[in-house]
């Protein structure tokens, strides 16, 4: 059933490595000191610049000029980030092949191309987890609601909204909402979350409709415990599995939203690295030999979908699909029920 | 009267999907009269700039034009939804016809899009499917399997760019034309060269925008297939000593049936999709427009768009409904 657990391994390595790098990004590629041991004591440029621009440093333009003139063994010293490369350091050499220098190449303004995937992850996450936090809190709800009240005028209303919503492409909606609001994080985060919600709600009232004939809800009811009791100590931890596919795969899909838009330039907006514009850097500059520029978004967005696909994907199947032998056992043909997707 | 109900259901939605977008032009924080106002020229004074935005204001049915009041957002939707309903999306623009123009200028293109990706992605996900949910060879399922998951990772823009890269002469030598939807010059041809010219011209968009639907119809029909072929009815069959090949039929026509649905679900993705594919592509459609019009921060276009696209979608679905349960007896509206 699903996808063998190896599989499942690998790709939770790749989306927690994912996760990290977003995260991280500004303290792993920076072009700024983590720590810096100035003439007039200790300064964190980079833990600054997460809230604003950071001083500059007591001589020199930058922070890494000043960083390179350091004598060695002086009382001066700078802890450097990892990669000491921000994503929007502009340098001479453009369209560079990856060497040593720059192991994954520079794009056509020389900026580091490295620098610019790892800060890539942190958009590209930052509007995927929150487009799904979004839809989560809408979604649940509604459909553990419809679910629970189920034929009812509450039910007919949940459905119809659904369906209105349903009705709304997510790149369409995302590009008006850019054209009205401008490009931003933000924004995109509000338009997928309150287009990708009616997934979890469809879900979690299907779930719902067959959990609250069973016997334990009948037995909670018999016992006196309230609605909300129910549905929220009883039935909800009962879908958290399906719950968890819908949010790999809306995740997977933002994803998917966000790096389009901005590989047709509408994205999270212009000074944000993003997997997307730098693919369409990428098709731009392909004839004139820099396939780096085209290969390594490729592999990072296809990685990072792949990944979370996989993880939906390896759901244990639920236990009543499990017996379904009967038809199965007098028949020829033996069908199986081969793997369970999540649509 | 079934059908008849699903109809007037339509009524209640449609008045949803208009309030949806009102609510999006209305409620975004950038006033859409000084949004307007920004692309013409400030040459003018003060006075005759504030004239002119209480001009626009009036325009977009935002304030009355008698005291100059402004006016709530129920009036302010009610004055809107007059203009929807008569297709006047064009109280903004300056040419309305030349607005519904170049909507139905651009309208053609992804339909035929749509439709021929349609038509692509059942070809291939129904015999792909029905093997997958009914074949044996369990071995070569699994790794038909994992070989859907890893082509459903792969985005439009993802694969039409590679395509555009490696088949239509960005790398390798062109094999297909990878722009627009005709030769330059195509006009004086034949007409069976002409269509012939078409069809290589729609090659590689069309694999673009119908690999993502053949995956997931493909992974439909295959979870539809084993679920007919472990229902009763096929139990019932065999306990009657029915042939193996007939029993094969019934379960097929029977895991055949929600294709229809998810046709009509998959219409949205198709529409998203088409966005990026005539981006790529160099296609005139109304993705293409789409993107111009944001580019251009020409809000009316884009909002008629969105509405015009949420339309058709919810049509599209109401049909698949409609058709779901024509084929299949056993699915009693409003009860699923």
């Not at chain 1, 000191?33 to 621009?53: C, H, I, N």
Request: aromatic content about 8%; charged content about 15%; overall charge positive.
């Amino acid at each position: 059933m699903g996808a063998p657990v190896t599989a499942r391994r690998w790709a939770w390595v790749a989306f927690l490595v994912l996760v990290a790098c977003g995260a991280l990004a500004p303290l792993l590629c920076n072009d700024l000191p983590l720590v810096a041991r100035t003439a007039d004591g200790f300064r964190f440029p980079a833990f600054v610049a997460l809230r604003g621009m950071p001083l500059p440093p007591p001589d020199g333009a930058t922070w890494k000029e000043w960083w390179a003139a350091l004598p060695d063994g002086g009382p001066q010293w700078a802890w450097m980030p990892p990669w000491p490369w921000s994503p929007n350091e502009v340098t001479p050499n453009v369209l560079a092949a990856p060497d040593l220098r720059h192991p994954l190449g520079t794009d056509d303004t020389g900026r580091d191309v490295l620098a610019r995937l790892v800060h890539g992850a942190g958009t590209t996450l930052l509007v995927a987890l929150g487009a799904v936090g979004l839809a989560l809190l809408i979604g649940v709800p509604l459909g553990a609601i419809a679910g629970y009240c189920a034929f009812t005028w509450i039910d007919t209303l949940v459905l119809r909204v659904v369906e209105v919503f349903l009705c709304f492409p997510a790149l369409f909606l995302a590009l008006s909402a850019v054209a009205l609001l401008g490009g931003s994080p933000l924004t995109l985060i509000l338009v997928l979350g309150v287009v990708n919600w009616t997934h979890f709600t469809r879900v979690v009232r299907g779930e719902f409709l067959s959990l609250r004939e069973r016997e334990f809800v009948l037995a909670a009811r018999n016992l006196g415990v309230s609605s909300a009791r129910i549905v929220c100590r009883h039935m909800l931890p009962q879908v958290k599995g399906a719950i968890l596919v819908v949010a790999a795969f809306g995740a997977a899909g933002a994803m998917i939203v966000e790096s389009g838009l901005s590989f047709l330039g509408l994205g999270a907006g212009l000074h944000l690295p993003s997997w997307g514009s730098m693919l369409a850097q990428g098709k731009e500059h392909a004839h004139a030999g820099a396939w780096h520029l085209w290969l390594f978004p490729t592999l990072a967005l296809a990685t990072a979908v792949l990944s979370l696909h996989v993880l939906a994907d390896a759901r244990p199947a639920p236990p009543y699909k499990r017996c379904s032998s009967l038809a199965t056992s007098g028949g020829a043909s033996a069908p199986l029920p081969s793997g369970s997707s999540g649509g | 009267m079934f059908w008849l109900r699903r109809l007037l259901w339509m009524i209640p939605s449609l008045l949803g999907i208009s309030l949806v977008t009102f609510a999006l032009i209305d409620l975004a924080p950038a006033d859409r009269a000084l949004l307007e106002l920004a692309g013409v020229e400030s040459a003018a004074s003060a006075q005759a700039r504030a004239q002119a935005l209480h001009d626009m204001r009036v325009r977009f049915g935002q304030i009355d034009p008698a005291s100059g009041v402004e006016f709530s957002f129920g009036e302010r939707y009610a004055r809107w939804l007059q203009h929807a309903i008569r297709l006047d999306f064009a109280a903004a623009s300056d040419d309305p016809a030349d607005f519904t123009q170049r909507i139905t200028t651009a309208l053609p293109v992804t339909l035929l899009l749509a439709f021929v990706a349609v038509v692509a992605a059942v070809v291939v996900s129904v015999p792909l499917g029905t093997w997958l949910g009914l074949g044996r060879g369990r071995r070569l399922q699994r790794f038909v399997s994992t070989l859907l998951l890893l082509l459903w990772s792969v985005p439009e823009f993802l694969l039409g760019t590679l395509l555009v890269l490696f088949l239509a002469g960005g790398l390798a030598p062109a094999l297909l034309p990878g722009a627009g939807l005709r030769s330059p010059g195509s006009e004086t041809w034949a007409l069976p060269a002409q269509m012939l010219d078409l069809a290589a011209h729609l090659i590689l968009p069309v694999a673009t925008l119908a690999l993502g639907p053949s995956v997931w119809l493909t992974r439909q029909l295959r979870e539809s297939m084993a679920r007919a072929a472990t229902s009763d009815f096929v139990v019932a069959l065999r306990g009657f000593g029915v042939d193996e090949r007939t029993v094969r039929r019934r379960i097929v026509r029977n895991g055949l049936v929600p294709l229809a649905t998810a046709v009509g679900t998959l219409l949205p993705m198709l529409v998203s999709g088409s966005v990026v594919v005539e981006r790529i592509f160099g296609l005139p459609g109304l993705g293409d427009l789409a993107c111009r019009a944001v580019h251009a921060r020409e809000v009316p276009m884009v909002m008629a768009m969105t509405m015009l696209v949420a339309v058709v979608t919810l049509i599209g679905l109401v049909v698949s409904d409609l058709l779901h349960r024509a084929l299949d007896p056993r699915v009693a509206w409003g009860r699923r």
